[in-house]
């Protein structure tokens, strides 16, 4: 990965945003960067964006931030964007290079970014966003809600005892359900075990079923179609950015999936509870700008939730398997 140099000149900062906004994959997903002069007087500022991989929730993540701050923050605010493509370890060479450039605020968008930057700095703020569990995450005992240090953000867990119910809602019949995981993921770990919790308590007999990256996973999801009636896959970055893979398997098998956000359920679910990964996102731009101007001090912010959560289903694999979603489901546009 490349490090960066910080710019002041006008003209260098918007080549280099888009040269970035190219290598991190989904151009087309991002604001264009705003080349008018800010007003006389005004602040500018550097944020650099690592996003852990390119897939929906993510990109639709970034979005909203970059949204937020381009609307709060009008022409102010010069995005370095990256993207590390799922491996921790260029997680650590961004932030790196984010540190060196002397960042004004590090978006962090996904675990492995938000880990790396807990590594990489104590003193720059950064946020981070479409992080399931921030105890988890960083290895917090005694989690009160606020991290308390430089770091706080956004977190996209949808209540899991509410999947919990919609799985028994849709599959009340079922007897066996298989949770599949990547293991490289804490934020998965969590979910799966603590949806566990919830199934065993309806009656479910679970079962977990890890994969460690794409070249396994495959094989894995057809084990878990073996020996499950119902699948449950977590708000899990390795399985959104192959749903495909994991669609290649479960139609035919005619296993449902229950998923815990609605890319997911694009790819490969019949039905999932879901959150606004653009409104967490958002809400995330909006603490940006509140640590930028001064208005508030991240060490005292409390980690933010999505507002609302959706019942939505996938009409196309429904369809496949044949089944029928209640009238209060959403369908997925």
Do not use: R
Not at 10 to 25: I, M, N, Q, T
Not at 288 to 315: R, W
Request: with cysteine; charged share 15%; hydrophobic share 40%.
């Amino acid at each position: 990965m490349n490090l960066f140099t910080k710019v002041t000149a006008l003209a260098s900062a918007s080549a280099l945003v888009l040269s970035l906004a190219a290598c991190g994959g989904g151009s087309g997903s991002t604001p264009a960067p705003d080349t008018t002069t800010p007003a006389e007087g005004a602040a500018t500022y550097t944020v650099g964006i690592c996003q852990q991989m390119t897939h929906e929730a993510l990109d639709a993540a970034t979005l909203g931030f970059m949204d937020a701050l381009n609307e709060l923050l009008p022409n102010q605010v010069e995005f370095l964007k990256q993207d590390a493509g799922g491996e921790y370890a260029n997680c650590g060479t961004i932030m790196d290079g984010f540190v060196a450039s002397d960042v004004d605020l590090i978006l962090a968008n996904a675990t492995y970014p938000l880990q790396a930057a807990a590594s990489a700095t104590a003193d720059i703020p950064v946020l981070g966003t479409s992080v399931t569990d921030y105890a988890t995450a960083l290895s917090i005992d005694g989690w009160t809600g606020t991290v308390g240090s430089n770091i706080s953000g956004t977190s996209d867990l949808a209540p899991l005892d509410q999947q919990a119910a919609m799985l028994q809602e849709l599959f009340p019949d079922a007897a066996s359900v298989g949770l599949l995981y990547c293991s490289g993921e804490p934020n998965s770990v969590y979910q799966v075990e603590t949806i566990q919790g919830h199934l065993e308590d309806m009656g479910y007999a679970c079962t977990q079923y890890a994969f460690t990256d794409v070249n396994d996973l495959s094989s894995v999801a057809q084990t878990a179609c073996d020996g499950s009636d119902v699948l449950y896959i977590p708000t899990d970055n390795t399985a959104a950015a192959n749903t495909e893979t994991i669609a290649n398997v479960v139609l035919p098998a005619g296993v449902p999936v229950i998923t815990g956000e609605v890319g997911l359920c694009t790819g490969c679910g019949v039905a999932t509870l879901s959150i606004s990964y653009y409104d967490i996102g958002y809400k995330t731009g909006e603490m940006a700008a509140q640590i930028l101007t001064g208005e508030a001090d991240i060490s005292t912010m409390p980690v933010e939730y999505a507002p609302n959560v959706t019942k939505m289903y996938n009409a196309a694999n429904c369809e496949t398997l044949g089944l029928t979603m209640p009238e209060d489901y959403e369908a997925i546009a």
